[in-house]
């Protein structure tokens, strides 16, 4: 499984950024995907994750409400709609993936690379 983020970039607090996890490989549709975010000087944070199937997600605390994860598994792709973004959302977004169910997944065995989002104030 290969993963590829992208969508990130630069928007004002308050306003909205679609994340994009494009997978390959003929296995991804069977993988949960999970975003996770590291911010400068700060440890990796779970962000939202959703099964294999899509019936099921999970948020970390801090986006609940705010975010919205989704896939589309004929595409092979997993989204992150991140709406009234604030500043302390500026990190680095990672796009991850795992064979084993269970949400939040305690571990990935495949990652992205990551997608910048800066929020200013």
């Known amino acids: ?21 494009a ?11 999970g975003w996770l975010r590291q911010a400068p000087g700060k440890e990796r944070e779970f962000v939202a994750a959703i099964s294999w199937s899509g019936d099921s997600t999970k948020y970390g605390e801090s986006v609940q409400g705010r975010f919205a994860i989704s896939r589309d598994n004929a595409r092979k792709v997993v989204f992150l709609q991140m709406n009234n973004l604030k500043p302390d959302d500026t990190a680095v977004y990672y796009c991850a993936a795992t064979k084993y169910a269970g949400l ?11 997608t910048l989002v800066t929020v200013s104030s």
């Open 1 to 21: 499984v290969q993963l590829q983020a992208s969508g990130g970039g630069l928007v004002q607090a308050g306003g909205s950024l679609r994340l994009s996890c």
């Open 23 to 33: 997978g390959s490989g003929r296995t991804f549709s069977s993988h949960a995907v």
């Open 104 to 114: 939040p997944p305690v571990g990935y065995e495949y990652w992205g690379q990551g």
